[in-house]
């Protein structure tokens, strides 16, 4: 039997970017297929619970020390309160030092579209694509999303796009629930700004951190909610994150009906 021919640098790096691996974890590279030493046991011997890896420290100007939660989560409504303006919000965040994943970002990720659309849509998180332009959904989920928003006559001319969290969390990790209210504030007065007829929830965590619900997506999908700004009530619908329907096509289908839920609504208020 004839082997298979060894892989390129450029062919693995290659594989490893398809496979979701796109950042390093440690300096040394480790060969986990390598024999490991064993220690003949000892019945003298107490076991040693492996140490938990260090934090990430958030990276400051020189003198200044991380906020704590509590006051990050207070910094953050302070700012995004006394923003007038979707660009005063944008360079307020930009400053904005109080949430660690800041430090691990490539740069903000604010949002995509028009600040006077008729419908915004919001998910989770940036991912690498995102980090890397600067825009939300630019990878594949944002190729679907295109197509998804295109089959009911709309582009990204006609709708605003943004995240709950506008920094990618290192490696695409789920964002912690510190981090999530750290950033809501901000989230939030960007939908006060924008003042959309509809606001499409994209995905489980979105649609828990903006619309207070703990129920799963499978049950929240499709159904209208009241979104409170504290001057007006939007119509809000949460359907499927792009990103969930890319590994299961099968929900489109669902998607499919909450898109011409959305349609209409959009129809009947002009």
Known sequence: ????????????????LEAGVDCALANEPINRLAEPDIAPKRADVVPVQPARPAPVPLILPPGE???????????????????????DLRQLMER??????????????FSDGNPEA???????????????E?????????KLLDRMIGAIGLDRTKAYIANVIPWRP??????????????????????????????????NPSTQTLL???????????RWFDYHTGTRVIRA?????????????????????DLLAIAKVLRQSS
């Not at 600067?134 to 944002?142: A, N, T």
């Open 237 to 257: 619908l949460p359907t499927f994150h792009p990103a969930y329907l890319l590994r299961s096509p099968a929900y489109k289908r669902l998607a499919w009906q």
């Open 170 to 203: 290192p490696g695409n990790r789920t964002p912690t629930p510190q981090e999530t209210q750290i950033c809501l504030p901000f989230i939030q007065r960007q939908i006060e700004l924008v003042d959309p007829d509809v606001l499409v929830t994209l995905g």
């Open 65 to 87: 020390t991380p906020a704590a939660p509590d006051a990050a989560i207070a910094s953050a409504r302070e700012a995004a309160r006394t923003a007038p303006t979707l660009t």
């Open 118 to 132: 008729r419908i915004m849509f919001v998910g989770e998180a940036p991912g690498r694509d995102e980090d890397i």
């Open 212 to 222: 207070g619900t703990r129920e799963g997506i499978m049950r929240t999908r499709g």
């Open 134 to 142: 600067g825009l939300p959904f630019v990878g594949r989920s944002g």
């Open 96 to 109: 904005f030092d109080g949430c660690s994943l800041k430090a691990t970002a490539t740069r903000l990720v």
């Open 1 to 16: 039997m004839t082997p298979e021919p060894a892989l390129s640098v450029r062919e693995l790096l290659a594989f490893y």
